[in-house]
RNA sequence: UUCUGGCGG
């Protein structure tokens, strides 16, 4: 058993998904392991509507899902926008003895952000009894991909106010809506931040966000002095 | 052997 899912794993890992689901078919035992597998790596190559296809045959199958089925499947919903199965997934999760932990809840919350329900979100950021950087991340990407930067900086301001520090994630959603709205002091302020209080090395990406927002207020030649002191090592 | 946020893989 163990050795099917390994190689179901390694032609998923190959994105060989055509051998994976060959492989899959001709496996005699499965286990919740094979089905997870299988339901990641659709999801993984965007074809999220196979995802919870398996997740359904799964069921079919008599095959309690687990923690992971259920991670799995609503990074699926997200993935494909699937609202109210995403909706079903969290209301039931907690019925089928499955424990909601923090990666749940964290999972849960991207699956509302990806979905656009930026207020189920909240809602169960707020009452999560505990949260963690990856939870602020969220939230934080979610505003960042609806271009609300006032809701960005309203959550990064207090994520700072509890204690909790940013790291490099935080701050590519960050600058990636100050890209999008094109707000070149707010980016500079974080760009400073960044390094001195929070002790983040900038990557290329964040170079990138910031060289954008100066180019396009028209400083070129700031621009180009900025991207020159990025340091060559830079990841 | 499958496992939660940005980029990458």
Redesign the pocket.
């Known amino acids: 058993l ?1 050795a099917g ?2 190689l179901l ?1 390694m032609y998923i890992k190959c994105g060989s998904i055509d051998c994976a689901s060959k492989v899959f078919k001709e496996l005699h035992e499965r286990d ?2 094979t089905w ?2 299988l339901i ?1 790596g659709y999801t993984e190559l965007c074809d999220f509507s196979s995802a919870l296809k398996i997740f359904s045959d799964m069921q079919a199958d008599g095959i309690r899902p687990d ?2 089925t259920v ?2 499947a609503l ?1 699926a919903c997200g993935g494909g926008g699937c609202l109210a199965q995403g909706r079903l997934l969290h209301c039931s999760s907690h019925l089928i003895e499955i424990e909601v932990d ?2 749940m809840e ?2 849960i919350m ?1 699956m509302y952000c990806r979905c656009g329900s930026m207020e189920d979100a909240e809602k169960v950021f707020t009452h999560s009894p505990i949260v963690d ?2 939870s ?3 939230i934080i ?1 979610g505003y960042s991909l609806q271009g609300r930067f006032e809701m960005v900086g309203q959550y990064f301001h207090d994520m700072r106010m509890q204690g909790m520090v940013a ?4 701050f ?2 960050v600058f ?1 809506a100050c890209c999008h709205v094109g707000h070149v002091n707010e980016a500079r302020n974080f760009f400073v931040s960044m390094r001195e209080d929070q002790r983040v090395t900038p ?1 290329m ?1 964040h170079f990138n966000c910031m060289a954008d927002l100066i180019g396009r207020i028209g400083h070129l030649a700031d621009a180009q002095k900025f991207l020159e002191s990025m340091p060559t090592h830079a990841s």
Do not use: F, P, R, Y
């Not at 790291?167 to 935080?170: A, H, K, L, P, R």
């Open positions: 163990v899912n390994t794993d919740a392991v997870n597998s990641s923690k992971v991670l799995n990074k923090l990666s964290n999972a991207d950087v990856v602020w991340g969220t990407e790291d490099e994630g935080i590519s959603s990636s990557n990406l």
